[in-house]
């Protein structure tokens, strides 16, 4: 009986883990060869490398500072600059959204969500299990990144601090999980595909936007409030460490879209 018991708790979960773990894992390699390729040319583009740092200082101001390369001297920035701010950014970006995507809105269009509520599962547990599913995968990658850096703290000469690690993959998995949790809210409001790749790349796009433009001058400095990227990045968690008030603002963001996601997909007609 026990055994029976526990084989009917959170099914959709283990389902899930259980149809994604490859996938999962292939991210995490992508994830270890983009961080192995990248932060080990620390030598050569950044710390003493001065004729990389000239090719930088004669860029326009603009330029630099959209891109978010001002600091490469240190193994803090130049890992935010070239990994977190722009590659792992990109990635993690469409890791967010492919799920968020897959959770909802493609299995509806499908045909297929009818069939898994047809088997006595409420809409809110479904959600529910399905986003704890992907919080779950993103915690993975975390871990990933983690060892990843430890790694490579040694060999590449980063001077990292363990602490400041943590911080910021943090910071890159809240963004993931913020464009996750937007797909997954406009997946539960459509239904549809289209518009929940559009809605989880829609907040990506628009805080890096916000962020970008915001630091080209003070007048156009108060887009950065309302930008996501500016909220998990603006203290520089690999130098600086845990920013709380910005990881709260991220996260707390995308729990407030899975909520209000559960209640509009509760009360609308399920596409077949």
């Not at 993959?169 to 913020?178: I, K, N, P, Q, R």
């Not at 460490?241 to 991220?250: H, I, P, Q, S």
């Amino acid at each position: 009986m026990a055994t029976a018991s526990y084989s009917r708790r959170l099914p959709l979960l283990r389902l899930s883990l259980r149809e994604s773990w490859i996938a999962t894992i292939v991210w995490g390699m992508a994830t270890s060869a983009a961080m192995t390729l990248y932060l080990g040319l620390y030598q050569s583009l950044g710390g003493s490398s001065s004729g990389f740092k000239e090719l930088i200082a004669s860029l326009p101001t603009e330029l630099v500072a959209t891109l978010g390369i001002t600091d490469i001297s240190t193994g803090s920035g130049y890992a935010q600059s070239y990994f977190f701010g722009l590659l792992g950014f990109v990635l993690y970006s469409i890791i967010g959204v492919s799920w968020g995507t897959a959770a909802l809105g493609a299995d509806e269009e499908r045909g297929t969500l009818e069939l898994t509520l047809a088997h006595g599962v409420s809409r809110t547990q479904l959600l529910s299990e399905r986003a704890v599913s992907l919080a779950v995968r993103l915690l993975f990658l975390g871990v990933v990144i983690v060892v990843m850096l430890l790694i490579l703290n040694q060999s590449s000469q980063l001077e990292l601090e363990v602490g400041n690690m943590v911080a910021v993959t943090c910071a890159l998995l809240g963004l993931s999980f913020l464009a996750a949790s937007t797909a997954i809210l406009f997946g539960a409001c459509t239904g549809r595909r289209s518009l929940s790749l559009i809605g989880g790349s829609g907040v990506v796009v628009l805080g890096y936007v916000f962020h970008a433009v915001g630091a080209q001058s003070d007048s156009l400095s108060f887009l950065n409030v309302i930008s996501p990227y500016t909220w998990a990045y603006e203290n520089a968690p690999l130098t600086n460490g845990f920013d709380l008030g910005g990881l709260a603002l991220v996260y707390s963001l995308g729990l407030v879209f899975l909520v209000v996601g559960g209640i509009v997909f509760n009360r609308r007609d399920i596409g077949s």
